[in-house]
């Protein structure tokens, strides 16, 4: 025949080159060998090959590289970055729809939502001045930003009689904080931009600590909305190539534009580092404002230094702004606030509340609004010095607690990661076994059995978390789990290998300074930002180097696309494509294993509060209703629970109770790692109902109803499920659907869509539903 399946072809000719290949090297090897061939590693039996063969299957499609010997040791080398980033831009952007620009192929009506009106403000790290511009073209802001910015720098070298004497008086190296020998060569390091002297250094840290050239640029929620809107600009408009950091083609991290017009001697440009501060900071900026007291509002105050308090206190108030109603510019002309009916939002499915619009109506009439366009300025003025306030806390926290400048890296786990190397036995080890469950534990491990693992649901097409009662084969275990599993009944059938390994505290100094900063926190912006340092070093230490995927730009694009690695591509525009491109090699250069062995640690504490504590004291009159990653909903049929808590106080951190709580629940333990909390502080919950994962609902005396449904938006929950709801669809089996406004976006091209989702459902998935009745049992419940 003359057809040729390609796929089948490409795996035909696989195998032959592979089969020369092998050839070749046993031509050479000194001894018959099993051989492997995807990625030809040689074993000297068949049952290692086997035993090989069932990992190399499933991930290896790309060539692995471990650390050089040079560079295995994890250690702190960003020093440079312990200097504040001398100027950072804030910038923001409102944009107008426009209407529909071409007609809908899937039956979804779509506003295009363009022409966006942008807000730039400059922070000079040096001199203490603000720039700020608005403007409806993006690019000849960003470059005003980089002329600033070199204009700032080569400024004579200034040493004064003062330097020079701790220049020859001082033991240790300003940079490495490490002491100089009699060996060393000792010499003057200055900052580049300001002529500054900043201490005495080791020749090859001087060489090493390199003024930073490249300046931030701030949105809030880049990634998920402003990119959009500007990156084909950012790419086109001036020469410069444009390095992503990228999610997928269409999303990304960050990217930095080098802008080649301020080159200096022919070799160094500015760059244009656009970054998402909603990426340290995941909350709106209303609310992580609300988090500031007011003197901690510097650049706002700077700004609008002649308002009175009453005034001020208007800014920092959330106030609304109605984007579907100005469709076109010439609104923005209008010579009054649109009434409370036009600040309706598709997106909520709402007008806003009578209050937030009585404080349009007042910042309006405060402020001597004449247009539509002035109270957009205004509005768009306050973000970006909102923004700016919120992230100059964050940077000042950081340099206080940890020495270092947020604004260097991409993401706070970043930051984090470096902050955590800065501040610088016994044998563990790490099994995988295959573990058998014994039928008799299945009735006291039915709330809440061991070892969960990622598998499909029975009948069901993707893997999901599962808590099962089934036995586990190759199941990979930190060995302190291990003896709590065996403690509570497990047997270990077989064990298949063991990784040994020298274990000591060395993320303790660290999570003990952070703890001592959140309970030293002045206000709620701290102890939310200390917390967040504790728990995303953690998710730092899980980074699948796997996962990251390289995406180009247009230039070279022809090359790229004739790679072998070619994996997809993107048009944006005639001058704008990204291609996607497969890794053909992989560097293992994160510590994975301590991510491994501190959830394994975690999964301790819950266990042995559960299993060690509240069932053998409440024994059945105790059930587990909810449990997710770290907490756990109970039912508990008891006189008084919060006697049980203070006759066991060492178990709970109850330092958030209120001082005259109507139990007399002593307050102690404050943010001590590792103990229970009660989240609702003495409140008592009379229900809850819980349909699957992330999908519940519970009610509090006091307190509104608490609803969660997962990918429902918080506003159609709030406003059109009911806690009837939830119980209709629990006792009745049936699914309830909810229409929802949405923003999305395709090849940048951003559009507000409307769709219907399942809104409740009450088919749980990960467990099994008992027939006729809305309890659930594990899979492999005997």
């Given amino acids: 025949s003359n057809h040729i399946e390609p796929r089948r072809f490409l795996e035909d000719a696989s195998e032959i080159v592979l089969e020369r290949v092998q050839c070749i090297m046993q031509r050479y090897s000194m001894s018959t060998l099993s051989r492997r061939g995807l990625c030809l590693h040689y074993f000297d039996s068949s049952a290692k090959l086997e035993m090989h063969s069932e990992d190399c299957e499933k991930i290896n499609d790309y060539a692995i590289r471990l650390p050089s010997k040079d560079d295995k040791w994890l250690s702190f080398r960003n020093h440079c970055r312990k200097e504040r980033v001398p100027f950072v831009v ?98 003057r390091d200055h900052c580049h931009l300001v002529g500054r002297y900043r201490g005495p250094a080791h020749s090859n840290c001087n060489l090493n600590y390199r003024d930073s050239r490249c300046i931030p640029v701030v949105f809030h929620n880049l990634s998920g909305y402003d990119t959009h809107f500007i990156i084909k600009e950012i790419v086109t408009v001036y020469e410069g190539r444009v390095d992503l950091l990228p999610i997928t083609k269409e999303k990304y991290i960050s990217f930095t534009k080098h802008v080649d017009s301020t080159k200096i001697d022919q070799k160094n440009c ?91 109506v007042n910042v309006w009439q405060r402020f001597s609004i004449l247009t539509l366009g002035e109270y ?50 016994q044998t563990g080890y790490i099994f995988e076994v295959d573990l058998e469950y014994p039928q008799h534990l299945h009735d006291a491990h039915i709330d809440l059995p061991f070892c969960p693992t990622r598998e499909k649901p029975p009948g069901k097409r993707d893997d999901k978390l599962l808590a099962t009662l ?53 206000n709620d912006f701290e102890k939310n930002l200390y917390k967040l340092m504790n728990n995303a070093v953690f998710g730092k230490t899980m980074e699948n180097v796997r996962d990251l995927v390289d995406v180009e730009g ?73 449990t997710d990653t770290d907490n756990l909903i109970y039912h508990v049929e008891c006189d008084d629970i919060y006697d049980m808590m203070k006759r066991d106080i060492n178990r709970f951190d109850t330092s958030d109770y209120a001082v005259d709580n109507a139990h007399s629940i002593p307050l102690t333990n404050k943010k001590v790692p590792g103990l229970m909390k009660d989240e609702k502080n003495g409140a008592i919950m009379t229900e809850f109902v819980r349909l699957r994962a992330k999908m519940y609902a519970l009610r ?19 406003k059109s499920i009911t806690f009837e709801n939830y119980t209709c669809c629990l006792n009745d089996a049936i699914e309830m659907t909810r229409r929802q406004s949405c923003i999305r976006s395709k090849l940048h091209e951003v559009y507000p869509i409307s769709e219907t989702k399942i809104a409740l459902n009450p088919h749980d998935d990960k467990r099994y539903i008992v027939s006729g009745s809305t309890d659930t049992l594990p899979w492999g419940h005997y």
Avoid at 139 to 162: E, G, L, M, Q, V
Avoid at 340 to 355: A, G, I, K, M, N
Avoid at 487 to 509: E, N, T, V
């Fill in 90 to 187: 804030y910038a923001d952007l409102e944009c107008v729809a426009t209407g529909l620009t071409r007609p809908p192929t899937d039956g979804v009506d779509r506003d295009v939502v363009n022409h966006p009106r942008i807000g730039i403000l400059g922070q000079n790290a040096y001199d203490a001045t603000t720039r700020r511009s608005e403007s409806l073209c993006l690019h000849p802001a960003f470059r005003a930003a980089a002329h600033t910015f070199r204009n700032s720098t080569h400024k004579p070298y200034h040493f004064t009689r003062n330097d020079w004497e701790k220049f020859n008086s001082v033991s240790h190296c300003h940079v490495c904080e490490k002491p100089f020998t009699s060996d060393d060569t000792r010499v």
């Fill in 270 to 360: 500015m760059q244009l580092r656009f970054i998402d501060s909603y990426r340290f900071l995941a909350s709106s900026l209303y609310k992580l404002s609300s988090f500031l007291n007011n003197d901690k509002l510097l650049v706002l105050r700077r700004e609008f230094s002649h308002l009175s308090e009453e005034n001020f206190n208007l800014l920092t108030r959330k106030y609304v702004f109605r984007y579907e109603y100005i469709d076109c510019s010439e609104k923005l002309n209008e010579l009054r606030l649109p009434s409370r009916e036009l600040f309706y939002s598709s997106l909520t499915d709402s007008t806003v509340s009578e209050s937030h619009y009585a404080h349009a």
């Fill in 376 to 425: 957009s300025d205004l509005y768009l003025k306050t973000d970006v010095l909102l923004l700016a306030d919120v992230f100059e806390n964050l940077r000042d926290s950081c340099i206080a607690s940890y020495g270092l400048d947020p604004a260097y890296y991409y993401t706070l786990p970043g930051f984090i990661w470096d902050a955590m190397l800065k501040l610088d036995s």
């Fill in 470 to 522: 089934c036995d586990k084969q190759r199941y990979v275990i930190h060995y302190r789990n291990l003896q709590q599993c065996t403690h509570h009944g497990l047997r270990i059938a077989k064990i298949h290998r063991i990784l040994q390994f020298a274990q000591f505290p060395s993320l303790r100094d660290y999570i003990e300074l952070n703890t001592k900063f959140r309970t030293m926190a002045k």
């Fill in 554 to 626: 247009r230039y070279g694009a022809e090359a790229m696309i004739a790679k072998p690695n070619f994996h997809s591509r993107s048009v944006f525009s005639e001058n704008l494509v990204a291609i996607e491109l497969r890794k053909l090699e992989v560097k293992f250069d994160k510590p994975i294993y301590v991510g491994m062995c501190i959830l394994d640690i975690s999964k301790t504490c819950l266990y042995e509060f559960h299993h060690e504590y509240m069932a053998p004291v409440f024994r059945e009159k105790c059930k587990i209703m909810y």
């Fill in 700 to 718: 509090v005396q006091g307190k509104k109803d608490a609803k969660k449904a997962k990918d429902v938006k918080s506003s159609v929950v709030a």
